[in-house]
């Protein structure tokens, strides 16, 4: 029988709750309904509650690094993050570093420096109306430069026109806007870093006065506040074109190597910064990073033995969205402590939110009755699998020896094979897990198929291959 009109408004409405690239809100008005606390469960640490405390263990000030593979579920995290906070009496600003900088060019301190001024006072401004001063600090760092171009020019030879400082006011003076041209104009950027090279530490205590003038003005408006913290968001996003992706990688390698964490520092605040997850492998000595996992499914043995925890927190995830009546009318009637067919879908997702959600979505779809079929449930991970193949057998190699020994394989710290080791974690053919150690494995829709290529080609000699990044590699949902 045809689905009623009922039957497909109430698919209608679950598809919408399992949109894969929505995060949830605390002010969602069904977010209490549809959340899942997935990492509230013993052996399972709590990254919000990890940074949280963090803070709060801090006192005035400190600094944090914040990441997550794509479809990891970060951005839930980090406004889930601000509400705990906010319940708790901190003033939280929020920026998005890509309304500042461009995701596909090379970064730099004197520019990120100043984004990061310009956002903070921008946040203040949007979030609690409060200006410093009268002033936002583009407008400051506009006045900076004007004294800066007076001074160069009176303390050397050089005419002022030789001086980049005069070049930067020069086009200021004609009508671009700073804001916008640090994040779309190339050549403009180069100029301001020729120009700040040698006064990086000029420009932090400059940096430093706006944020320390924006805190004072903060603590006279709101009396009771316990704190300010700072989020500054997507920065992890930074990842350049297939033309540059390796300048740019080591752009943000530099930036953090080199200035972490005393230049990216704000005084009295805490502030927290998203950033690439690779930054653990191209640079093992920075300041940990709290990296968002995948829901653990199976423990790190030999035959993968079920997690239960992690398994009940997903399936509890899935009825929340489908709501319980919506999760009975779908999937039907079981006698098992689990719908089987539910539990088809979560062995299949790997522990991570996107894939999960992705296959549920794809099996409403093709939803012809209710309950559904077991052969719709079937196609929709076939679907999901598709994303993945057809595998390049030198990317099977690396990926089987990553099966096999639950560890990245990474050769070495370069960008080359950083880059690749992202793009497996990215398109999640590679899971990262934690459970006090940190350790990975391949999805469980390719092992059959990477087993299959292993057995059909001799491995070549040496433990990962040293090929190019693959465009085999495709991209998924």
């Given at each position: 029988?045809?689905?009623?009109?009922?039957?497909?408004l109430l698919?209608?409405?679950?598809?919408?709750?399992?949109?894969?690239?929505?995060?949830?809100?605390?002010?969602?008005?069904?977010?209490?309904?549809?959340?899942?606390p997935?990492?509230?469960?013993?052996?399972?640490?709590?990254?919000v509650?990890?940074?949280?405390?963090?803070?709060?263990?801090?006192?005035?000030?400190?600094?944090?690094?914040?990441s997550?593979?794509?479809?990891?579920?970060?951005?839930?995290?980090?406004?889930?993050?601000k509400?705990?906070?906010?319940?708790?009496?901190?003033?939280?600003?929020?920026?998005?570093?890509?309304?500042?900088?461009?995701?596909?060019?090379?970064?730099?301190?004197?520019n990120?420096?100043?984004?990061?001024?310009?956002?903070?006072?921008?946040?203040?401004?949007?979030?609690?109306?409060?200006?410093?001063?009268?002033?936002n600090?583009?407008?400051?760092?506009?006045n900076?430069?004007?004294?800066?171009?007076?001074?160069?020019?009176?303390?050397?030879?050089?005419?002022?026109?030789?001086?980049?400082?005069?070049?930067?006011?020069?086009?200021l003076?004609?009508?671009?806007?700073?804001?916008?041209?640090?994040?779309?104009?190339?050549?403009?950027?180069?100029?301001?870093?020729?120009?700040?090279?040698?006064?990086?530490?000029?420009?932090?205590?400059?940096?430093d006065?706006?944020?320390e003038?924006?805190?004072?003005?903060?603590?006279?408006?709101?009396?009771?506040?316990?704190?300010?913290?700072?989020?500054?968001?997507?920065?992890?996003?930074?990842?350049?074109?297939r033309?540059?992706?390796?300048?740019?990688?080591r752009?943000?390698e530099?930036?953090?190597?080199d200035?972490?964490?005393?230049?990216?520092r704000?005084?009295?605040?805490?502030?927290?910064?998203t950033?690439?997850?690779?930054?653990q492998?191209?640079?093992?000595?920075?300041?940990?990073?709290?990296?968002?996992p995948?829901?653990?499914q199976?423990?790190?043995?030999?035959?993968?033995?079920e997690y239960?925890?992690?398994?009940?927190?997903l399936?509890?995830?899935?009825?929340?969205?489908?709501?319980?009546?919506?999760?009975?009318?779908?999937?039907?009637?079981s006698?098992?402590?689990?719908?089987?067919?539910?539990?088809?879908?979560?062995?299949?997702?790997?522990?991570?939110?996107?894939?999960?959600?992705?296959?549920?979505?794809?099996?409403?779809?093709?939803?012809?009755?209710?309950p559904?079929?077991?052969?719709?449930i079937?196609?929709?991970?076939?679907?999901?699998?598709?994303?993945?193949?057809?595998?390049?057998?030198?990317?099977?190699?690396?990926?089987?020896?990553?099966?096999?020994?639950?560890?990245?394989?990474?050769?070495?710290?370069?960008?080359?094979?950083?880059?690749?080791?992202?793009?497996?974690?990215d398109?999640h053919?590679?899971?990262?897990?934690?459970?006090?150690?940190?350790?990975?494995?391949?999805?469980?829709?390719?092992?059959?198929?990477?087993?299959?290529?292993?057995?059909?080609h001799?491995?070549?000699?040496?433990?990962?291959?040293?090929?190019?990044?693959?465009?085999?590699?495709?991209?998924?949902?």
């Open positions: 029988m045809p689905l009623s009109g009922e039957e497909r698919l209608k409405t679950i598809y919408n709750r399992l949109d894969e690239n929505k995060p949830l809100k605390p002010e969602d008005p069904d977010y209490h309904e549809i959340y899942q997935v990492y509230d469960h013993p052996g399972c640490d709590d990254p509650e990890l940074m949280q405390t963090r803070i709060d263990f801090s006192n005035i000030e400190s600094v944090q690094l914040f997550g593979f794509r479809g990891s579920g970060k951005t839930t995290e980090l406004y889930r993050l509400k705990r906070l906010e319940d708790e009496g901190y003033i939280v600003l929020y920026a998005d570093a890509l309304e500042y900088v461009s995701q596909s060019e090379e970064v730099d301190i004197s990120l420096l100043i984004v990061l001024a310009g956002a903070f006072g921008d946040a203040m401004k949007e979030q609690l109306k409060i200006d410093v001063t009268g002033e600090y583009w407008t400051r760092f506009t900076y430069l004007t004294r800066t171009t007076v001074s160069v020019s009176e303390a050397t030879v050089k005419a002022e026109g030789d001086s980049p400082f005069k070049e930067l006011i020069g086009g003076k004609a009508g671009i806007d700073l804001k916008a041209s640090l994040k779309t104009s190339p050549s403009f950027r180069q100029t301001m870093e020729k120009a700040l090279a040698n006064r990086i530490g000029e420009l932090k205590d400059h940096v006065k706006f944020i003038d924006g805190v004072k003005a903060i603590r006279e408006k709101v009396k009771d506040q316990k704190g300010i913290v700072f989020l500054f968001d997507s920065l992890e996003q930074v990842r350049g074109t033309l540059n992706e390796q300048s740019v990688i752009s943000v530099r930036l953090f190597a200035y972490f964490p005393k230049m990216l704000l005084p009295y605040v805490h502030a927290i910064y950033v690439p997850p690779w930054l492998f191209s640079n093992p000595n920075i300041t940990k990073i709290v990296i968002i995948c829901v653990r199976w423990h790190n043995d030999d035959g993968r033995s239960r925890d992690g398994c009940n927190a399936y509890s995830l899935v009825m929340r969205r489908f709501g319980e009546a919506g999760f009975k009318r779908f999937f039907g009637e006698a098992e402590p689990q719908n089987p067919l539910a539990r088809r879908v979560l062995d299949h997702c790997g522990g991570h939110f996107r894939d999960l959600l992705y296959m549920l979505r794809e099996a409403l779809l093709r939803a012809k009755s209710l559904v079929l077991p052969e719709v079937e196609t929709a991970i076939a679907e999901m699998r598709g994303h993945f193949l057809p595998i390049a057998v030198e990317d099977a190699r690396w990926l089987h020896q990553i099966a096999n020994h639950r560890s990245a394989a990474l050769p070495d710290s370069g960008a080359e094979s950083v880059n690749r080791l992202t793009k497996f974690l398109t053919f590679v899971l990262y897990f934690k459970n006090g150690d940190e350790w990975y494995d391949i999805h469980p829709l390719i092992r059959e198929e990477v087993a299959e290529i292993i057995k059909n001799t491995p070549s000699p040496g433990l990962v291959p040293v090929a190019p990044p693959s465009s085999a590699v495709p991209v998924t949902q």
